[in-house]
């Protein structure tokens, strides 16, 4: 009979339930996950990109390719309060960008911080609203909202007009959130030379300080999945 004070041998023992490495009670631990969950839900991750990262995750699907994976590594451990900036490219359409931004929002989520996910030209156009004399909300409150957040995904960078103003915007809020050391992930259909020539000095010289510019070289998923 195992009594309070003695030890059980460690293989009769269950696994100590832990968050980030400290152990807490399984109703802490409850919690968190249904947190993590929630955080996830309303980070705005496309419904599609979602569904697929969740059955990649269960071990359902497998992902076509190991460099995609690979990839996702590469920007998942650089995430760490050292505001990485990374642009995900590729020419083509269809490389798993959009999804591979997502795995990497839900494994923010998990670590406890916040995401937002929002193609570039929705920010844009929710700014230039906030202009109007009858507007709810104006420019500032906007740009607080999305400095906020430790990982900051913008989808569709190349999917706007390119003005000079929806440069400075763009500019200063990513470069603020580089400075404060928040993680951003912006992707575009460009290759790499290309996005850096028109994301600007300011921000490619910061993403050579922390993150970079991953291509994926490699033909659309889509096609793969109608074969
Ligand atoms: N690693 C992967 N393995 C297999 N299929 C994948 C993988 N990543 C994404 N997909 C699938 O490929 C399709 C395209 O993915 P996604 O939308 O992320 O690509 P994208 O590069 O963002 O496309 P676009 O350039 O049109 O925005 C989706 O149907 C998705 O489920
Ligand atoms: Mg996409």
Do not use: Y
């Not at 990513?174 to 028109?198: K, M, Q």
């Amino acid at each position: 009979m195992t009594t309070a004070h003695q030890q059980r041998p460690a293989a009769e023992r269950p696994a100590p339930f832990t968050i980030r490495g400290k152990e807490v009670s399984e109703c802490e631990w409850e919690q968190e996950r249904r947190n993590a969950a929630e955080r996830f839900k309303k980070s705005g991750c496309p419904a599609r990109a979602v569904d697929w990262v969740k059955a990649w995750q269960r071990g359902t699907i497998k992902s076509a390719r190991d460099d995609w994976a690979n990839h996702l590594e590469s920007v998942q451990s650089a995430f760490c309060g050292t505001g990485a900036t990374f642009a995900l490219v590729s020419e083509g359409r269809g490389t798993g960008k959009t999804t591979l931004a997502t795995a990497a929002a839900r494994h923010v989520c998990e670590q406890g911080a916040s995401v937002i996910f929002q193609r570039a030209a929705f920010l844009l156009s929710r700014i230039r609203a906030s202009f109007q004399r009858e507007a709810r909300e104006n420019e500032h409150a906007i740009i607080r909202e999305f400095l906020k957040p430790r990982l900051l995904i913008l989808d569709e960078m190349g999917e706007r007009k390119e003005s000079e103003w929806e440069g400075h915007v763009l500019s200063n809020l990513l470069c603020a959130r580089h400075d404060d050391a928040r993680d951003s992930i912006l992707i575009a259909n460009h290759d790499a030379a290309t996005f850096t020539a028109t994301v600007g000095e300011s921000i490619a010289d910061r993403m050579r300080e922390a993150g970079g510019v991953i291509e994926f070289r490699w033909p659309s998923f889509r096609a793969r999945s109608r074969e």
